[in-house]
């Protein structure tokens, strides 16, 4: 299982994802999920296979993000 959270304020959008250890088996990381959203934010973001955040100050290409983030899911 993957959840994602988001959220937002006038000057920077944050997303935080957590990945399940069956889910990190098989070789997700959510390290990398917020590595690839944190290009589209504008920012910076990372951590370890199972949680990490991704944050920038490109707000209004939030929807772009998660969009991406669904993509590499599929």
């Known amino acids: 299982s993957v959840a994602v959270i988001s ?3 006038s ?3 944050v997303v935080a994802i957590a990945v ?3 889910a990190v088996e098989t070789g997700l990381s959510a390290g ?3 590595k690839e959203a944190s290009i589209v934010l ?3 973001g990372g951590g370890k296979d199972d949680f990490a955040q991704a944050g920038g100050t490109n707000v209004a290409e939030l929807p772009v993000a ?3 983030i669904k993509k590499l899911l599929a």
């Open 7 to 9: 959220g937002f304020n």
């Open 11 to 13: 000057d920077k959008a």
């Open 20 to 22: 399940s250890k069956s």
């Open 32 to 34: 990398k999920l917020a």
């Open 42 to 44: 504008g920012g910076g």
């Open 66 to 68: 998660l969009a991406t």
